[in-house]
Each structure stands twice: as structure tokens, then as C-alpha cells.
């Protein structure tokens, strides 16, 4: 049985990236961007989709059609997405870990009210040795992707360090590992009607069980998943 130790060997930090600046220098999206490229993509038609399509804080919604086991019937919040590639965490994918084992797996000491069951998602399959804090609002942690600004994303521990300390940076989402786009792959993943993507909403996000956050986003398109097509486009 793995520990949370065994994955995660870099004790004082969920990475070794640097910290993104608020006007969107520094960005980390280089140490996360997914290492393999579709070879089937038109980069040209990539590029010219990119020009209208901006897909940070929003969610995509995996179609039916999705064939991707990794993928299938999730919830996905886009964090970054520009002419490098996109991130991403899939949150609606509990895993068989909670804060608190996360805290007795790093031996963090935290009170009983700072450790509660609040469940760990799979963000994706990509770097599954890392950890990845989604926060409202964005603080000021030693490593963090600023998505908007209210929302940040950070992989350092000293926010875990906070939390259980009782300096809980407000409305929090844990997650192991990541969702990880090349550059051009998601345009052309919406070309082929893989996604439908709304804007994101922070109350989805942080206010609502997991398992009620597909449905949520789906509603807030006016679409009822049971009834959605395998060839519906993107709003």
C-alpha cells in the first residue's frame, strides 16, 4: 500500500516550479504541460482557433462520447490555457484519501477541526506525485498559478502547513495530480466534440459535494447530461 510519502518524495514543496505573477508573467504552465503531442493536430488551424478561445476559469464537461477512462463523465476547471498548452484539475473524482491522512502521511500536526474528512480528487493522469491546492481567495504562498483574482493554485506546502494550523486560506480544493494540454491539443479536441465548455463558477468549485458538480455545471448551460448528444458543440 503506497503512502502519500512515496508519491510525493519532495517533502517541502508539491513541485519545484516558481511562483506566477498576477499579470501573467512567470507562468508554471512549462513544468506542467503534458509531454506527449496529438500528431494528428493542424497547428495552423490550432493557432487560428486559439485567437478567439481563452478557456482559463472555465469548466469542460466530458461529452457521452468521452472514450478516455481518465476523462469519462468529468468535470475538468481549466487554470491556464494560452498559446503553450493548458492545465487543469478534474473535480468531481474523489480518491480513497482524505486531509486528514494527508496530514498523518506528511506528519503535519493539525487539530481535529483543521484535519477533516474533506476528500482528495484525482486532478488527472499526469504527475500523479503531485499535489495541487485550488484556493478562494488567492493569498500569499510560496508557489502559486494565479488564475483569476479571486482564485489561485497552489503546490507548496507551506499552505497545507496553514491550514492545519488553523490559518485556512478560505474555500479549498485538494488534488493529486493533473490534467495536462499541448499546445493546440484542447482547440482540437473541441473541434471534434470532445467538450463543452461554461464559464467556471467558484460556488460549484467549493460550495458543493463532488458528486453534485457535473450536474451543476451542466444545468448552469440549461443541458440535461442524460439527454446531451455525442455531437454537441461547445458553448
Same mark, same amino acid.
Given at each position: 500500500? @503506497?503512502? @502519500?510519502?512515496?508519491?510525493?518524495?519532495?517533502?517541502?514543496?508539491?513541485?519545484?516550479?516558481?511562483?506566477?505573477?498576477?499579470?501573467g508573467?512567470?507562468?508554471?504552465?512549462?513544468?506542467?504541460?503534458?509531454?506527449?503531442?496529438?500528431?494528428?493536430?493542424?497547428?495552423?488551424?490550432a493557432?487560428?482557433?486559439?485567437?478567439?478561445?481563452?478557456?482559463?476559469?472555465?469548466?469542460?464537461?466530458?461529452?457521452?462520447?468521452?472514450?478516455?477512462?481518465?476523462?469519462?463523465?468529468?468535470?475538468?476547471?481549466?487554470?491556464?490555457?494560452?498559446?503553450? +498548452?493548458?492545465?487543469?484539475?478534474v473535480?468531481?473524482?474523489?480518491?480513497?484519501?482524505?486531509?486528514? /491522512?494527508?496530514? /498523518?502521511?506528511?506528519?503535519?500536526?493539525?487539530?481535529?477541526?483543521?484535519s477533516?474528512?474533506?476528500?482528495?480528487?484525482?486532478?488527472?493522469?499526469?504527475?500523479?506525485?503531485?499535489?495541487? %491546492?485550488?484556493?478562494?481567495?488567492? +493569498?500569499?504562498?510560496?508557489?502559486?498559478? %494565479? %488564475?483569476?483574482?479571486?482564485? +489561485?493554485?497552489?503546490?507548496?506546502?507551506?499552505?497545507?502547513?496553514?491550514?492545519?494550523?488553523?490559518?485556512?486560506?478560505?474555500?479549498?480544493?485538494?488534488?493529486?495530480?493533473y490534467?495536462?494540454?499541448?499546445?493546440?491539443?484542447?482547440?482540437?479536441?473541441?473541434?471534434?466534440?470532445? @467538450?463543452?465548455?461554461?464559464?467556471?463558477?467558484?460556488?460549484?468549485?467549493?460550495?458543493?459535494?463532488s458528486?453534485?458538480?457535473?450536474?451543476?455545471?451542466?444545468h448552469?448551460?440549461?443541458?440535461?447530461?442524460?439527454?446531451?448528444?455525442?455531437?454537441? +458543440?461547445?458553448?
Amino acid at each position: 500500500m @503506497w503512502s @502519500w510519502k512515496e508519491i510525493l518524495p519532495h517533502t517541502d514543496s508539491f513541485y519545484n516550479g516558481e511562483r506566477s505573477k498576477a499579470d501573467g508573467s512567470g507562468s508554471t504552465i512549462d513544468s506542467f504541460r503534458r509531454p506527449e503531442t496529438r500528431k494528428d493536430i493542424d497547428n495552423e488551424y490550432a493557432a487560428r482557433l486559439m485567437q478567439s478561445v481563452d478557456l482559463t476559469n472555465h469548466f469542460l464537461i466530458a461529452m457521452p462520447a468521452m472514450a478516455d477512462p481518465f476523462f469519462s463523465k468529468t468535470l475538468t476547471y481549466i487554470c491556464e490555457h494560452n498559446e503553450q +498548452g493548458a492545465l487543469g484539475l478534474v473535480i468531481n473524482r474523489p480518491i480513497d484519501l482524505t486531509l486528514r /491522512d494527508l496530514f /498523518d502521511q506528511l506528519d503535519i500536526s493539525a487539530s481535529d477541526e483543521a484535519s477533516g474528512g474533506l476528500q482528495i480528487m484525482f486532478g488527472g493522469p499526469v504527475q500523479l506525485d503531485r499535489g495541487f %491546492v485550488l484556493h478562494q481567495p488567492i +493569498g500569499d504562498w510560496q508557489s502559486t498559478m %494565479v %488564475v483569476n483574482q479571486e482564485v +489561485g493554485l497552489t503546490t507548496s506546502l507551506d499552505i497545507l502547513q496553514a491550514i492545519a494550523d488553523g490559518r485556512s486560506p478560505g474555500r479549498i480544493l485538494v488534488a493529486l495530480g493533473y490534467s495536462g494540454w499541448a499546445p493546440g491539443q484542447i482547440e482540437h479536441e473541441l473541434s471534434q466534440n470532445a @467538450w463543452l465548455t461554461v464559464p467556471a463558477s467558484p460556488a460549484i468549485i467549493f460550495e458543493l459535494p463532488s458528486e453534485e458538480r457535473l450536474t451543476a455545471a451542466m444545468h448552469s448551460l440549461g443541458v440535461d447530461f442524460s439527454t446531451l448528444s455525442d455531437t454537441a +458543440g461547445h458553448a
